[in-house]
């Protein structure tokens, strides 16, 4: 790989996962003052914007794809926009920045226990070990060993929110296995304009129902400037530059960087003079540990196949670029694969 574009793609990772983290403690006033089902909303209606400019000027046919897969598609985005977002963010108004991170940052362990209950994968002896040691890891940053006496019923429902969240974005994920025609900026875009108008549905009805209450144009205003970051950092920008840098260093390598997401909210909150506990500290180093050790070995034929990166991320990818007959991909193809 020309070490230029190995930098841009450790750079992409980082500023995804840095950003990741950066949502936690953005997020937890919001959701203070703004329902989780209004920040969802809201969140994805200015996301959903950004993404469909940049799917119209850089996708293949988008809407005509949109048209022919709408269900699968709205099915996936609800999971991953709608039951994560929610889920995670319920919890965060119970729990702390810290404990959504790094329960964030056990996903990769959640999805070999899925892929092991739905399509009788088992994980390898180093997988379960891992996925042991993450589960350990989230344990202490939950406190459940109570070494610190501040551990509440409030707070364990939201660590238990949160991980329950993370099984819908682990469905959002190996929806796009079944989309190999999509390319990351496409299945990206698309998932959230088909959910969209689920969304708003499930919120309007929520707050009918009284389970949700309507922000008011005070609080809208006042939220405003940090929802439009929550929309283009942690939402467009991270998910754009995760996905470059998957796509050029493989999934094992992406996975790891999914330690920055813990790691950061801790930096940041020190730096903001908000010492980090020891069972944050040592939770995160848990969970980093378990990261390595499951993807070591499967980041080590990186070295050795150049292109395999773009085969793991998403089958079709290439096929549907290269074409399958062997010609060059277009002009257009190639501007949009630099968003992938």
């Known amino acids: ?17 840095t950003a990741w983290g950066s949502l936690f403690l953005v997020g937890k006033p919001l959701v203070g003052v703004l329902d989780p089902l209004w920040f969802t909303l809201l969140r994805y209606a200015l996301a959903t914007l950004l993404l469909a400019l940049l799917v119209h000027r850089f996708g293949r046919s988008p809407w005509a794809h949109l048209l022919r897969h709408r269900g699968r598609l709205a099915r996936y985005g609800v999971a991953g926009y709608g039951v994560f977002s929610v889920l995670c963010f319920y919890g965060l108004r119970l729990s702390a920045p810290s404990h959504g991170s790094v329960i964030m940052a056990t996903m990769p362990f959640t999805t070999l226990g899925l892929r092991w209950a739905l399509d009788g994968q088992r994980p390898s002896f180093r997988a379960l070990l891992g996925a042991a040691v993450a589960l350990l890891g989230v344990a202490a940053v939950a406190d459940l060993f109570g070494q610190h006496g501040v551990l509440t019923g409030a707070t364990l429902l939201g660590d238990a929110l949160t991980l329950a969240g993370t099984l819908g974005w682990v469905l959002y994920t190996r929806g796009a296995a079944t989309l ?75 996975m790891l960087f999914l330690n920055v997401v813990p790691l950061s909210v801790i930096v940041v909150r020190a730096w903001m003079g908000q010492a980090p506990q020891g069972n944050e ?11 390595v050790l499951n993807a070591w070995k499967a980041g080590a034929p990186l070295v050795s196949a150049r292109r395999l990166p773009c085969v793991e991320v998403n089958p079709g990818l290439r096929a549907a670029t290269e074409g399958r007959t062997g010609t060059q991909p277009s002009a257009g193809i190639r501007l949009a694969d630099r968003f992938h």
């Open 1 to 17: 790989m020309n070490p230029f574009f190995a930098v841009q793609a450790v750079i992409g990772l980082f500023f995804a996962t």
């Open 180 to 254: 190999p025609q999509l390319n990351p900026l496409e299945y990206t875009a698309l998932t959230a304009v088909a959910s969209l108008p689920w969304l708003l549905v499930a919120t309007l009805l929520a707050t009918a129902l009284g389970l949700a209450t309507f922000p008011s144009a005070q609080v809208l205003a006042n939220v405003g400037p940090q929802m439009l970051y929550v929309a283009a950092a942690p939402t467009v920008a991270a998910a754009l530059a995760f996905n470059l840098g998957v796509r050029r260093l493989g999934a094992p390598i992406g």
């Open 281 to 291: 500290i040592l939770g995160a180093v848990l969970v980093a540990g378990a990261l």
